[in-house]
């Protein structure tokens, strides 16, 4: 954890036919706000367009910090 709202991590997905088959992706991890959630559950689209596209922008951000 780096903080109490973020942290960072990977997973690995494994294919049960080819063992020799798996990918490692990395990640970070947010909280998500109550004004996200509330975005996300009601019944506005605009709202939900508006953060679903700035969360992409974030992340395409932080992808390319790296």
Known sequence: ???????T???ITRSDRDS????????IY???DLADLQALDGGNEDQ???LIGRRLWEWKAVANAF
């Open 30 to 32: 947010l909280r998500a």
């Open 20 to 27: 020799s088959m798996y990918a490692r992706t990395a990640g």
């Open 9 to 11: 991590g990977y997973w």
């Open 48 to 50: 939900r367009a508006e």
């Open 1 to 7: 954890m780096e903080t109490t709202d973020r942290a």
